[in-house]
């Protein structure tokens, strides 16, 4: 018995002193999935949610938002839009995604990162931004959100991944 709790006692020390070496670095996407995001009020039927799990134009043009939490300190790496554009027949033929923050004090908003769909495509589409404006995260100055916009009947919005590392 008495060698079972020394055993668990090393366990546990060494646990401590070793996890945050292989916690240093970690990089884990944030995915905001469709189901996050909401219309911003100035066209409320310009979307509808597909049983499939992403959002759909209705033929108008919309703007969806999501809030976007990420660690203090963290360091946005690359931000990514996953979409169906199948449609050349907007005014904006593209499924745009754009990485905001905006100061908590002032309300002074700034682009971190902006992507879009390349055109009209049946397949999937993975646009990628690793250019980040105001990469590291101050949660304490600033909140951070997701806009997409979307408006043809084949756009389809399926979800917005953050890669960032600690």
Same mark, same amino acid.
């Given at each position: 018995?008495?060698?079972?709790?020394?055993?668990?006692?090393?366990?546990?020390?060494?646990?401590?002193?070793?996890?945050?070496?292989?916690?240093?670095?970690?990089?884990?996407?944030?995915?905001?999935?469709?189901?996050?995001?909401?219309?911003?009020?100035?066209?409320?039927?310009?979307?509808?949610?597909?049983?499939?799990?992403?959002?759909?134009?209705?033929?108008?043009? =919309?703007?969806?938002?999501?809030?976007?939490?990420?660690?203090?300190?963290?360091?946005?790496?690359?931000?990514?839009?996953?979409?169906?554009?199948?449609?050349?027949?907007?005014?904006?033929? $593209?499924?745009?995604?754009?990485?905001?923050?905006?100061?908590?004090?002032?309300?002074? =908003? $700034?682009?971190?990162?902006?992507?879009?769909?390349?055109?009209?495509?049946?397949?999937?589409?993975?646009?990628?931004?690793?250019?980040?404006?105001?990469?590291?995260?101050?949660?304490?100055?600033?909140?951070?959100?997701?806009?997409?916009?979307?408006?043809?009947?084949?756009?389809?919005?399926?979800?917005?991944?953050?890669?960032?590392?600690?």
């Amino acid at each position: 018995m008495r060698t079972l709790k020394v055993l668990s006692v090393a366990v546990a020390l060494v646990l401590i002193v070793v996890a945050p070496v292989w916690a240093a670095g970690h990089r884990a996407p944030l995915v905001i999935p469709a189901a996050a995001f909401h219309n911003d009020g100035e066209d409320p039927d310009g979307f509808w949610f597909h049983p499939n799990g992403h959002l759909e134009g209705s033929g108008y043009g =919309v703007k969806m938002i999501a809030a976007v939490y990420l660690p203090q300190n963290a360091t946005v790496e690359s931000f990514t839009l996953y979409a169906v554009d199948g449609t050349d027949s907007c005014e904006a033929p $593209s499924i745009n995604a754009w990485l905001y923050r905006v100061e908590i004090s002032s309300g002074d =908003v $700034s682009m971190m990162a902006l992507t879009a769909t390349s055109g009209a495509s049946p397949f999937m589409q993975e646009r990628v931004d690793s250019s980040i404006d105001y990469a590291v995260v101050s949660n304490l100055q600033y909140s951070y959100f997701v806009r997409m916009d979307l408006c043809g009947y084949t756009h389809d919005f399926y979800s917005i991944s953050i890669d960032y590392s600690e």
